[in-house]
């Protein structure tokens, strides 16, 4: 499990719109030099790497769009927050970049099919190329660098298309200079080549932020550390149907826990909150919904045809009633093995009152009020032995079961 510390939202998007101001920038510079020295030095290679920065200056201003949109707070509309916005950017990003490079293949097959139209490429081409591999090269480390730190899916997509702009620039240099030395199909080839390149890291962007956008679980490593947090919590016997679903960088995670059937509810939602907030310790968690059985319901029958509380407790008071005796709780657990019914009398202080309900509990026929209730097991006991137990402490418990 990652033990690296949250990194703050606002801090993250401070990252985002700063690398990718500089991205714009120096896009802006290397495009207008790539398309204005490729026309005059008549290399076809050079203009297709210059529409692929234009490519890289559209995405800059997509990824500034995502950024500031999938920062805002949860609101009616979006639950859940806007953290998909980036992964929305994602696929827009590599829809754009198969249409560039699909483009960019078309225009370089018609150019190989008039290799005789060629004129000779001008050695500026090449200086351009070389100036265009180093600072994309560099562009690309620094937003790796920074993406990384900050943990976004959305920036380090965003670097590695800087790097296949890198490559792409050193196919270019090398066809170029292949043409300055007379194979001047060599620079209709690296267009081509760079066309293809920049169509695949489209597919790959495109293709993960789709399966993001269809609910991609995590991985199974972070599953894995999920799952881990989740038995590590006190109450908590085992974990059972853990789903996880992508959220931008995040991830949202449902699970069943397995805890002790005869707890209470109260302690029951104790167990679950305390494994909830052990999960969202894992920073690639932004939500986490638990939900508690009393066993693993993907293995046990779910109990059906059971009685219903009403019907029990309206029974039991009835059946103990006829004796003159009133129960201070019923507690049911309704498990795949069937009802358990546990009933729980006011002990008296006096040891004649207390041997006189003795005897009435005794006529009570629980055998045949099981029966009728189809229950597998009832039981009726007092709250509070008093022949055991001193006055101060009888007085407490009579008024914790009055409450």
């Given at each position: 499990?990652?033990?690296?510390?949250?990194?703050?939202?606002?801090?993250?998007?401070?990252?985002?719109?700063?690398?990718?101001?500089?991205?714009?920038?120096?896009?802006?510079?290397?495009?207008?030099?790539?398309?204005?020295?490729?026309?005059?030095?008549?290399?076809?290679?050079?203009?297709?790497?210059?529409?692929?920065?234009?490519?890289?200056?559209?995405?800059?201003?997509?990824?500034?769009?995502?950024?500031?949109?999938?920062?805002?707070?949860?609101?009616?509309?979006?639950?859940?927050?806007?953290?998909?916005?980036?992964?929305?950017?994602?696929?827009?990003?590599?829809?754009?970049?198969?249409?560039v490079?699909?483009?960019?293949?078309?225009?370089?097959?018609?150019?190989?099919?008039?290799?005789?139209?060629?004129?000779?490429?001008?050695?500026?081409?090449?200086?351009?190329?070389?100036?265009?591999?180093?600072?994309?090269?560099?562009?690309?480390?620094?937003?790796?660098?920074?993406a990384?730190?900050?943990?976004?899916?959305?920036?380090?997509?965003?670097?590695?298309?800087?790097?296949?702009?890198?490559?792409?620039?050193?196919?270019?240099?090398?066809?170029?200079?292949?043409?300055?030395?007379?194979?001047?199909?060599l620079?209709?080839?690296?267009?081509?080549?760079?066309?293809?390149?920049?169509?695949?890291?489209?597919?790959?962007?495109?293709?993960?932020?789709?399966?993001?956008?269809?609910?991609?679980a995590?991985?199974?490593?972070?599953?894995?550390?999920?799952?881990?947090?989740?038995?590590?919590?006190p109450?908590?016997?085992?974990?059972?149907?853990?789903?996880?679903?992508?959220?931008?960088?995040?991830?949202?995670?449902?699970?069943?826990?397995?805890?002790?059937?005869?707890?209470?509810?109260?302690?029951?939602?104790?167990?679950?909150?305390?494994?909830?907030?052990?999960?969202?310790?894992?920073?690639?968690?932004?939500?986490?919904?638990?939900?508690?059985?009393?066993?693993n319901?993907?293995?046990?029958?779910?109990?059906?045809?059971?009685p219903?509380?009403?019907?029990?407790?309206?029974?039991?008071?009835?059946?103990?009633?006829?004796?003159?005796?009133?129960?201070?709780?019923?507690?049911?657990?309704?498990?795949s093995?069937?009802?358990?019914?546990?009933?729980?009398?006011?002990?008296?202080?006096?040891?004649?009152?207390?041997?006189?309900?003795?005897?009435?509990?005794?006529?009570?026929?629980?055998?045949?009020?099981?029966?009728?209730?189809g229950?597998?097991?009832l039981?009726?006991?007092?709250?509070?032995?008093?022949?055991?137990?001193?006055?101060?402490?009888?007085?407490?418990?009579?008024?914790?079961?009055?409450?």
């Amino acid at each position: 499990m990652s033990s690296s510390t949250t990194i703050h939202p606002a801090e993250k998007q401070r990252v985002a719109r700063k690398s990718t101001f500089v991205s714009i920038v120096l896009n802006t510079v290397l495009m207008t030099a790539q398309i204005a020295i490729g026309v005059f030095a008549h290399s076809q290679a050079l203009i297709a790497d210059g529409v692929h920065s234009l490519a890289d200056l559209i995405s800059d201003f997509v990824v500034l769009i995502a950024n500031r949109h999938s920062a805002a707070e949860p609101d009616a509309d979006h639950n859940y927050g806007h953290s998909r916005y980036e992964t929305v950017a994602s696929l827009f990003l590599g829809g754009l970049l198969i249409a560039v490079g699909v483009g960019m293949l078309w225009r370089a097959g018609v150019r190989l099919t008039n290799l005789q139209d060629i004129p000779p490429v001008h050695v500026s081409a090449l200086v351009v190329a070389v100036v265009v591999l180093v600072s994309k090269e560099g562009l690309f480390r620094y937003m790796l660098r920074e993406a990384q730190r900050v943990r976004s899916a959305m920036l380090i997509a965003n670097a590695w298309h800087a790097r296949s702009d890198a490559a792409s620039s050193l196919v270019v240099a090398i066809g170029i200079v292949g043409s300055l030395f007379g194979m001047r199909l060599l620079d209709p080839i690296a267009a081509a080549i760079v066309g293809f390149m920049v169509a695949r890291m489209g597919w790959s962007f495109g293709w993960d932020a789709l399966q993001d956008l269809s609910d991609r679980a995590l991985d199974e490593p972070a599953t894995a550390d999920v799952r881990a947090l989740l038995l590590s919590t006190p109450g908590v016997r085992d974990v059972h149907q853990l789903r996880t679903r992508k959220m931008g960088d995040l991830a949202l995670v449902d699970a069943h826990i397995l805890v002790d059937p005869f707890i209470s509810v109260s302690e029951g939602h104790y167990i679950a909150e305390s494994a909830r907030t052990r999960v969202l310790t894992d920073n690639r968690v932004l939500d986490a919904l638990i939900h508690v059985d009393p066993e693993n319901d993907a293995l046990a029958q779910p109990p059906v045809g059971l009685p219903s509380r009403e019907r029990v407790v309206a029974e039991v008071e009835r059946a103990f009633a006829e004796h003159g005796l009133k129960p201070v709780a019923v507690n049911l657990h309704y498990l795949s093995t069937g009802l358990d019914v546990e009933v729980t009398l006011l002990a008296t202080s006096a040891d004649e009152a207390f041997e006189d309900e003795a005897q009435r509990l005794a006529r009570i026929d629980l055998a045949d009020l099981q029966r009728r209730l189809g229950a597998r097991t009832l039981d009726a006991r007092r709250a509070i032995d008093v022949r055991a137990t001193d006055t101060a402490a009888v007085e407490d418990a009579r008024r914790e079961s009055g409450r």
